[in-house]
């Protein structure tokens, strides 16, 4: 009997040993940089599915069980998912939480309103939490995820490494090629479906006129939606790009009787499959999309 104790305890050990730590992520371009760090480790579970609204959300019963055995979670943060800040606290408190918006390195953007300023609502959050669309923020994010990883998981440390390091060297490639794509673009000139692309205008030198709805994505008013029906028709704006999997009303009415282009461009790659090349895809896809929108 004793002897049967022993080894199944010798069994639980070398399988605890094994085991690949859980990971939860919230959107796919995180689900994208933590799957790219634990290539050949392992995968991580994803909260957001592609084509949903990350700012406007419930937690899935299904969810709900991944985060009461995760280990470590890693996500932006309540401004961007503030549905998710309550559940991370009452299921996953045992789990190392890595707060993507936290990481410190890099400068954060104020959130703005649908007319690009600082937005004023008593409820709202101070932050913009875009900021994966700048692959540079991306950069300091893997290195914490790296260290998170390592921390929770101490025998695959050399992976998560070797792993980070392929990733930034990604990124900055990723970040040059769009650079030299965008190059010369006139600026100002397009107008984007929610305030999301702050940090990758500001990245690239390729600012917006604004944009249709604020950065928590809710409806625009109708006084909003007149101002920018009258720079549309003044071709002040000629490119109008509208959500990935959202109807596109609005723009066919802002574009009406005019020679505007459209386009569609989502900030968390909703039509992209999940997985280590989708961050890559969706930075590039918007670098195309704005490309051949914009170009004169
Ligand atoms: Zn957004």
Known sequence: MIRILASALILTATLARGDVPRVVTDIAPVHSLVAQVMDGVGTPDLIVPPGSDAHHMALRPSDARKLAKAQVVVWVGAPLTPWLAEPLTTLASDAANLTLLQVPGWTH????DEHGHATEKANSHAIDPHAWLDPEVAVFWVRAIRDALSTTDPDNSVHYAANADKAVAGLTSLRTRIAADLAELPSGTWLAPHAAFGYFEDRFGLPSAGSVAD??????????????????????INCVLSETNAPTDYTDVLIEGTDARTGAIDDTGMALPPGPAMYSELLSGIAATLKGCIAP
């Open 109 to 112: 953007r104020a959130a703005t």
């Open 215 to 236: 950065s928590d994505a809710e409806a625009p008013g109708p006084a909003h939606l007149a101002m920018l029906h009258a720079a549309v028709q003044a071709g002040k």
